[in-house]
T-cell receptor, first 117, second 112 residues
Framework: GAVVSQHPSRVICKSGTSVKIECRSLDFQATTMFWYRQFPKKSLMLMATSNEGSKATYEQGVEKDKFLINHASLTLSTLTVTSAHPEDSSFYIC?????????????FGPGTRLTVT | QKEVEQNSGPLSVPEGAIASLNCTYSDRGSQSFFWYRQYSGKSPELIMFIYSNGDKEDGRFTAQLNKASQYVSLLIRDSQPSDSATYLCAVFSSGSARQLTFGSGTQLTVLP
C-alpha cells in the first residue's frame, strides 16, 4: 500500500497564531511531497513542492514566509501557517511520490481542515 | 499557462445509467492523466490513470484518451448512488517538477 497521514485532521486557531500541519508517508519513502489548498467547491491548488533535504519550491502567489515548509526526512513534511488570518481558513492536503515506483502517481493524505477565527 | 478544463456540472444520471465525464487540457507535452474521486470533506482518491491513446477499462470505469484532441474522459457504467461525488481530472505536467495540474472538478449525482 501507500498510506499518507496528516495531523491534525481539524484545527481551529485564533487570528495571529501559527499552526503546524504534519504529513507523513507511513509505509514508503517519499521523494517529493506536495502541499495543496482547497477552498469550498473549488479544485486543489498546488501551493508548494518539497524535496527531502532541500528548500521547497513555491507556486506563484504563495508567500513562502507565511507558509513555511520543512521536509526533514523521506517520510515527513510539515507546513506551518504563520500569523494565520481568517482568509487562510481552508482544507490543506498533502500528497507524496514514492521514492521507488511510478513518479507520476501521487498518494494523498486525508487533509487538514483549518479554521481561523 | 497549463490548464485543465472540466464542466463543473452538476451532472445527474439515474442509477444504472452511464455517466460520462470530460476533460480537456492545454499542454501538449502532458504525459499522463488521472481521474480522482473526491467525496465532500475528504481528500481525493485515485480511480484511474491513463498514459496511452485509447481506452483503459477497470471494472465499471473506462478512461479514454485522445492526445491529438487533448481530451480525456471517464465513463462510469452501471452508476450507483455511491458514485455520487466530485470527479477531478488531473494532468501530469512535463518537466522535472512532477506536478499534477487539477481541473475544477465535475460534481456527479446518481439518482436512486
Amino acid at each position: 500500500g501507500a498510506v499518507v497521514s496528516q495531523h491534525p485532521s481539524r484545527v481551529i486557531c485564533k487570528s495571529g497564531t501559527s499552526v503546524k500541519i504534519e504529513c507523513r508517508s507511513l509505509d514508503f519513502q517519499a521523494t517529493t511531497m506536495f502541499w495543496y489548498r482547497q477552498f469550498p467547491k473549488k479544485s486543489l491548488m498546488l501551493m508548494a513542492t518539497s524535496n527531502e533535504g532541500s528548500k521547497a519550491t513555491y507556486e506563484q502567489g504563495v508567500e513562502k514566509d507565511k507558509f513555511l515548509i520543512n521536509h526533514a526526512s523521506l517520510t515527513l513534511s510539515t507546513l506551518t501557517v504563520t500569523s494565520a488570518h481568517p482568509e487562510d481558513s481552508s482544507f490543506y492536503i498533502c500528497s507524496a511520490n514514492k521514492r521507488t515506483g511510478n513518479p507520476y502517481e501521487q498518494y494523498f493524505g486525508p487533509g487538514t481542515r483549518l479554521t481561523v477565527t | 499557462q497549463k490548464e485543465v478544463e472540466q464542466n463543473s456540472g452538476p451532472l445527474s444520471v439515474p442509477e444504472g445509467a452511464i455517466a460520462s465525464l470530460n476533460c480537456t487540457y492545454s499542454d501538449r507535452g502532458s504525459q499522463s492523466f488521472f481521474w480522482y474521486r473526491q467525496y465532500s470533506g475528504k481528500s481525493p482518491e485515485l480511480i484511474m490513470f491513463i498514459y496511452s491513446n485509447g481506452d483503459k477499462e477497470d471494472g465499471r470505469f473506462t478512461a479514454q484518451l485522445n492526445k491529438a484532441s487533448q481530451y480525456v474522459s471517464l465513463l462510469i457504467r452501471d452508476s450507483q448512488p455511491s458514485d455520487s461525488a466530485t470527479y477531478l481530472c488531473a494532468v501530469f505536467s512535463s518537466g522535472s517538477a512532477r506536478q499534477l495540474t487539477f481541473g475544477s472538478g465535475t460534481q456527479l449525482t446518481v439518482l436512486p
